[in-house]
């Protein structure tokens, strides 16, 4: 009989245990709380941002970022406050240096990028796959994985895509503001190949087999399903947002769009900019004073998980390459009150980590994996 009660008080308990737990999830955090746990989880997941200008920043105007600096969006400092632990660095080529030394510039901001991780070993690493981003988070650091902003250097040989791959180029966005001998741009009027050239569909077939990432953020609506057409493993947006915000900017992404981004398995990465968020921007007359906020980037990723599911979005702040960023994420310290915004909408902390890094690793594993399988 004394082992019957002993088993029926250690059920009541169990059951009381849980029951207190699931009140204690189920209650209404204060908004102080929420920020609190904003923060906790911008520290606790591994940030990856799909964007980031800071090696042409630093080929402009040379500074140790190292430090808090005042000047851009990113430093040591405030990526370290904001949670940022692996900001792509945009190795961005304007689109006036098609045919103008573009692989020579390009091969320079890699230089950049390598000497600062060199300078800063305590603070900064070079990473090229999702392990050492894991890795070097463990240890405290700040993760260096590049991307090649506008296909230029690529130079009409196929054999600089394999060559950018040695030097730690992990995507490339095939054109920037202008057409290329790659693809039409989103910005130009001029359609040079009404999608891809017949090179660029090239491109795409060969960083499949090399292991770099496609970007489709810049490229025009029909080299985007061009692109879809030939790759043979998921795609990104490397810094793009919802057309349906913006509507007739083509630079945005459409629902059409999204929705077959996702068919493909690859990841929007969502564009922090005011001028990518709200219309407003568009106007040649507006107040100038006004920012968007970090509740539309929210609403940007809301209407991605409305169309196509968690799964497939993510961050591309492009810190340092917008000047109009929201009044409340005005740099990467604070990237905590995106999370909020999310906690505030009933995200989990499951999905906000898929935001964070599961999505971007997944695409990113993928693709090397599938050029490992050709080699």
């Not at 250097?153 to 895509?161: A, D």
């Amino acid at each position: 009989m004394r082992h019957l009660f002993y088993i029926l008080a250690i059920s009541i308990i169990g059951t009381f245990s849980c029951q207190q737990k699931a009140a204690e999830e189920d209650k209404e955090l204060t908004d102080a709380e929420l920020h609190q746990l904003a923060d906790s989880l911008a520290h606790k997941f591994i940030i990856v941002d799909g964007h980031v200008d800071i090696p042409y920043r630093l080929w402009h105007h040379p500074e140790d970022i190292s430090v808090r600096t005042e000047n851009g969006h990113f430093d040591y400092v405030r990526a370290k406050e904001g949670g940022l632990d692996a900001p792509i660095m945009s190795i961005y080529i304007p689109p006036g240096r098609e045919g103008n030394g573009a692989k020579m510039l390009a091969d320079s901001l890699i230089d950049l990028v390598e000497n600062l991780a060199k300078e800063h070993p305590d603070k900064f690493a070079i990473a090229t796959n999702p392990a050492q981003i894991k890795a070097q988070f463990a240890k405290g650091l700040i993760s260096l994985p590049m991307g090649m902003e506008n296909g230029a250097p690529i130079e009409h040989k196929l054999e600089n895509i394999k060559y950018f791959y040695d030097r730690g180029i992990r995507y490339i966005t095939l054109t920037h503001a202008k057409a290329n001998h790659i693809s039409d741009s989103s910005y130009d009027s001029i359609r040079l190949w009404n999608g891809l050239s017949p090179f660029g569909e090239e491109v795409v077939a060969e960083m499949n087999r090399v292991g770099i990432m496609v970007d489709v953020s810049h490229v025009s609506d029909s080299a985007f399903y061009d692109v879809l057409a030939i790759t043979k493993v998921s795609v990104i947006a490397s810094h793009s947002s919802c057309r349906h915000f913006t509507p007739g900017m083509e630079r945005n992404m459409s629902d059409d769009m999204i929705k077959a981004l996702a068919k493909n398995g690859g990841v929007i990465h969502i564009n922090f900019g005011s001028f990518f968020l709200d219309p407003a921007f568009a106007k040649e007359e507006r107040d100038t004073t006004y920012f968007a906020k970090a509740s539309q980037i929210a609403d940007n990723i809301d209407r991605v998980v409305e169309l196509a599911g968690i799964d497939y979005v993510a961050f591309g702040s492009d810190f340092d390459g917008v000047g109009d960023l929201p009044e409340d994420v005005k740099d990467a310290s604070q990237l905590p009150n995106v999370i909020y915004e999310l906690l505030k909408r009933g995200y989990s902390a499951e999905d906000i980590e898929k935001i964070c890094n599961k999505n971007t690793f997944r695409v990113w594993q993928q693709v090397e994996d599938y050029a490992a399988a050709q080699q």
